[in-house]
């Protein structure tokens, strides 16, 4: 069974920095790309990050320069590295394994960036 | 960037109605577009791959068309279980894969 459990949300403060992580099991993870996507508390869907399994990285413009993409398949991780955070950054967001589908998603995990 | 609009925002609907929700690209995807269904609290669904590809487990009365910039989601007899937010997604070339901006489907 495909899962995916983030962690690492929680409250930070405007211009803080937090890491989230992913933990992926029951599939061979260095073979597949690799998601973030966020949603604001009552809106839409917000792709962020994508990684590839062979390390090629995409991010949105939203968070370029900001936040970093990476993974590390000796310890079947996905990570997130957030910078720099503000207000408007303040979602859950998901793990999530495809390349040009999103098949599986993890849970969520909540990121709140306020004083 | 690809811009992805869906159209209703919103539906109000009865058991039983079809629905039919649209996406639009604002250039040619081919037929590089997914559908997912998110219910409160959770996360999203996959629904439909590939404009057109029921993933496996989907109930057969969930459809999708289309191709090029223009693409539908059709919903036969809707079930109580289908009132959700429904959102396209394109993954044309290289990301971004922008998100349409949803469709809530509301109990009428």
Redesign the interface.
């Given at each position: 069974e495909v899962q995916l459990v983030e962690s690492g949300g929680g409250l930070v403060q405007p211009g803080g920095s937090l890491r989230l992580s992913c933990a992926a099991s029951g599939f061979s993870f260095s073979s597949y790309g690799m998601?973030w996507v966020r949603q604001a508390p009552g809106k839409?869907?917000?792709?962020v990050s994508?990684i590839s399994s062979s390390s090629s990285i995409?991010s949105?413009?939203s968070v370029k320069g900001r936040f970093t993409i990476s993974r590390d398949n000796a310890k079947n991780s996905l990570y997130l590295q957030m910078n720099s955070l503000r207000a408007e950054d303040t979602a859950v967001y998901?793990c999530a394994r495809g390349?040009?589908?999103?098949?599986y998603?993890?849970?969520?995990t909540l990121v709140t960036v306020s004083s | 960037d690809i811009q992805m609009t869906q159209s209703p925002s919103s539906l109000s609907v009865s058991v039983g109605d079809r629905v039919t929700i649209t996406c639009r690209a604002s250039q040619s995807i081919s037929s590089y577009l997914n559908w997912y269904q998110q219910k409160p609290g959770k996360a999203p669904n996959l629904l439909i791959y590939a404009a057109s590809n029921l993933q496996s487990g989907v109930p057969s009365r969930f459809s999708g068309s289309g191709s090029g910039t223009d693409f539908t989601l059709t919903i036969i007899s809707l079930q109580p279980e289908d009132f959700a937010t429904y959102y396209c997604q394109q993954s044309y070339g290289s990301p971004p894969y922008t998100f349409g901006q949803g469709t809530k489907l509301e109990i009428k």
């Open positions: 998601n839409g869907l917000e792709w994508y995409y949105a413009d998901y390349d040009l589908t999103i098949f998603w993890g849970q969520g | -």
